[in-house]
């Protein structure tokens, strides 16, 4: 089954927003088995609209999400351009400007009159409703292709395509592609695909992609048969073993999560150069109060020696960043919280700070438990966010190995 | 001058991948006044790649920027459909491949045949030097209109652009657009749209444009006139006063390290809910390390009582999501860093452990300074990720306003 997407809105084309909904809406219907053929986003303007769905008919599609423009200000045009492109008129929806005015009230908005936009339904064709905000989206027919417009506000487009659309994807594919994904780290993409040549090179008949990014590369595998996808996929994740984290869509931190969970440790860390984004990563998994205890953002020596009990004369001796430091950290935190898992960062995030011994980039990654420490070096790039990143990376994954 | 974006990949499509190439393109693109007039993403299929450059062609573009697809892997076609289309020959560039070897070498990196593949260069058109990475990028002319070809890869990408393109761009721009952005926080935009309609619906003749998401609204203005522009864009901010919090494209987080910098003031942050957002957020500036002196993730009521010194009876009487706790974390943050404010948060992210009293979704954030504490409640949403990622924006707005 074959869809394709429309994004619509200047702000999209002038980068200062990106592109969430679209990958969003993909990866959701690819996850049912649909194929999403073509993502097109074009300005606030009729013509490019126009134009923008006739290029998206040609593939003639079974569905087209659009989503963006229907917000009760001037700049949005959906609404009135779909109505034209379909030829239906508009009709206003006294009862739901009722509702609508109730909606607000009850949340203690002031309702304002370019509110009332948002309750006008089309002759033909159906409305959308939305759960939790003003604007309605609008569904057409035309040439057997359905045509859905949902709001850009990624959570409204969400739970519309959640209640309402999705469902109706998955009623009525016939024939389904079927993908599976292995999920790798700590290898890049040119040795990984040579490492498993001897598997990719084999007549499989699948589809294999690579996709790098910084936190790792995942590999997938897609067909329209669902025995050869699983034959490749099990060849794969028995030759690659602990490269492989997972094979769900998982990330990391839920891994991490689960795995702690099922164990029934608990972890807390110290984060130098990570300034609380492995924190954040474990805290965005529900659930994740189960299994951490909490953290410590020890960015001056000061609160390493306080708060982690680092002595001054390491610090000075071996510097901030070095592995005893980082030892010293673990261990620290560990005790400080009374938790099962102590892990330790210590890095040069950058852009400056480096030396020729330790350039931007250099990190310490360390891991204490009752029994023992462990702690290892990487070199990182020399972009900051980058380094964040690709350290919570490696941390993480040292935790999930060592479980 | 007219720029259009082609992204090619499957990832893309099926959603695993979100396409922050594209709008990084366009960003900056944008930035130095070009118009960015459509953005496409098709699979790595020969048909549709050549159907997509023939749309993006309709409009007749100066430049055609092309991501994806060069890797040295068999899934990446970019090259050679490239190739077909401007009807240029492959040679092997051995000059380039003996520098390849080099570079793989002193990276301690093995080359493989397949990135030979990567040493290939057209017989008419040019290559794009890639200082980071193994695939270079193409460039060709047809019809007036310039096409760059680089690898998907977001910081090959990018640096290829900055080095490359961006300059090229920049020298060639005849009639550029004027933009100016002005972004908000703590109204909803038809609020916001609503208070403003007085200064927007004078005859100012520009583009007006408004565009929420979780950290507030922004509103952006352009026109082919610059003073135009100017003129709307300074009754604007007049107008809107404290609930601007920059008109640079810059974000929060930089803005509290810039002005906390400019004071000399230090800060130390004491997150529950947010589980270490707010300190990734900060220590993603340059130089946070000036005004960040650390911070503690207290998921606990042990660690609230050991680090921060929250009595237990407190905890016990009010409960750990309570202002009277929040007002004891900053207070305590505060003195534990020695520094000059002291942020906290604590609060119910979801989606489990709300009440009818202190439903999902309630948050309490108090700002300590020497002299004075204040603290404030809001009630976000239901949703996890959500509701952290609004409250470490209210947060740093606390810290903002009380500057």
């Given at each position: 089954?074959?869809?394709?997407?429309?994004?619509?809105?200047?702000?999209?084309?002038?980068?200062?927003?990106?592109?969430?909904?679209?990958?969003?809406?993909?990866?959701?219907?690819?996850?049912?088995?649909?194929?999403?053929?073509?993502?097109?986003?074009?300005?606030?303007?009729?013509?490019?609209?126009?134009?923008?769905?006739?290029?998206?008919?040609?593939?003639?599609?079974?569905?087209?999400?659009?989503?963006?423009?229907?917000?009760?200000?001037?700049?949005?045009?959906?609404?009135?351009?779909?109505?034209?492109?379909?030829?239906?008129?508009?009709?206003?929806?006294?009862?739901?400007?009722?509702?609508?005015?109730?909606?607000?009230?009850?949340?203690?908005?002031?309702?304002?009159?370019?509110?009332?936009?948002?309750?006008?339904?089309?002759?033909?064709?159906?409305?959308?409703?939305?759960?939790?905000?003003?604007?309605?989206?609008?569904?057409?027919?035309?040439?057997?292709?359905?045509?859905?417009?949902?709001?850009?506000?990624?959570?409204?487009?969400?739970?519309?395509?959640?209640?309402?659309?999705?469902?109706?994807?998955?009623?009525?594919?016939?024939?389904?592609?079927?993908?599976?994904?292995?999920?790798?780290?700590?290898?890049?993409?040119?040795?990984?695909?040579?490492?498993?040549?001897?598997?990719?090179?084999?007549?499989?008949?699948?589809?294999?992609?690579?996709?790098?990014?910084?936190?790792?590369?995942?590999?997938?595998?897609?067909?329209?048969?669902?025995?050869?996808?699983?034959?490749?996929?099990?060849?794969?994740?028995?030759?690659?073993?602990?490269?492989?984290?997972?094979?769900?869509?998982?990330?990391?931190?839920?891994?991490?999560?689960?795995?702690?969970?099922?164990?029934?440790?608990?972890?807390?860390?110290?984060?130098?150069?990570?300034?609380?984004?492995?924190?954040?990563?474990?805290?965005?998994?529900?659930?994740?109060?189960?299994?951490?205890?909490?953290?410590?953002?020890?960015?001056?020596?000061?609160?390493k020696q306080?708060?982690l009990g680092v002595a001054?004369?390491l610090?000075?001796?071996?510097?901030?960043?070095?592995?005893?430091v980082?030892?010293k950290?673990?261990?620290?935190?560990?005790?400080?919280?009374?938790?099962?898992?102590?892990?330790?960062?210590?890095?040069?995030?950058?852009?400056?700070?480096?030396?020729?011994?330790?350039?931007?980039?250099?990190?310490?990654?360390?891991?204490?438990?009752?029994?023992?420490?462990?702690?290892?070096?990487?070199?990182?790039?020399?972009?900051?966010?980058?380094?964040?990143?690709?350290?919570?990376?490696?941390?993480?994954?040292?935790?999930?190995?060592?479980?």
């Open positions: 089954m074959n869809i394709s997407i429309l994004s619509i809105g200047d702000e999209l084309l002038a980068g200062d927003t990106i592109n969430t909904n679209s990958s969003w809406i993909s990866r959701k219907s690819t996850q049912i088995g649909c194929n999403v053929s073509r993502q097109i986003t074009c300005k606030d303007q009729k013509e490019e609209i126009f134009q923008a769905l006739n290029y998206l008919n040609e593939s003639q599609p079974e569905y087209i999400v659009i989503t963006g423009g229907l917000g009760p200000t001037d700049d949005d045009i959906t609404r009135k351009t779909l109505f034209e492109y379909f030829k239906v008129k508009e009709i206003f929806d006294e009862d739901y400007w009722q509702k609508l005015k109730r909606r607000f009230h009850k949340l203690g908005i002031e309702i304002v009159e370019s509110n009332k936009s948002q309750a006008i339904k089309p002759s033909m064709g159906e409305t959308i409703a939305n759960p939790i905000g003003s604007a309605r989206g609008y569904s057409f027919l035309k040439n057997n292709t359905n045509y859905f417009s949902l709001p850009g506000v990624p959570y409204e487009m969400k739970s519309m395509m959640t209640q309402t659309i999705l469902p109706q994807f998955e009623k009525n594919i016939k024939s389904p592609i079927f993908r599976e994904i292995i999920r790798t780290t700590g290898v890049v993409e040119s040795s990984l695909a040579e490492n498993i040549s001897k598997i990719t090179k084999t007549k499989h008949e699948c589809k294999v992609g690579y996709y790098p990014s910084l936190h790792g590369v995942d590999i997938r595998i897609s067909s329209i048969s669902a025995k050869k996808v699983d034959h490749l996929f099990i060849a794969l994740k028995n030759f690659l073993g602990d490269t492989t984290y997972t094979d769900k869509k998982n990330n990391m931190e839920e891994i991490i999560v689960k795995n702690l969970s099922r164990l029934r440790k608990t972890i807390a860390i110290a984060e130098s150069c990570t300034g609380g984004l492995i924190g954040d990563r474990i805290t965005n998994v529900p659930g994740a109060s189960e299994v951490f205890k909490g953290g410590v953002i020890t960015y001056s020596n000061r609160s306080e708060i001054s004369d610090l000075k001796r071996y510097g901030a960043v070095s592995e005893k980082a030892m950290m673990s261990y620290g935190i560990m005790k400080k919280f009374n938790s099962d898992y102590g892990l330790s960062v210590t890095g040069i995030a950058g852009p400056d700070g480096g030396s020729i011994e330790k350039p931007v980039g250099t990190v310490f990654i360390s891991l204490s438990n009752q029994e023992t420490t462990k702690v290892e070096k990487f070199m990182f790039g020399k972009d900051r966010e980058k380094n964040k990143i690709k350290t919570s990376q490696a941390a993480l994954n040292m935790v999930r190995i060592s479980l």
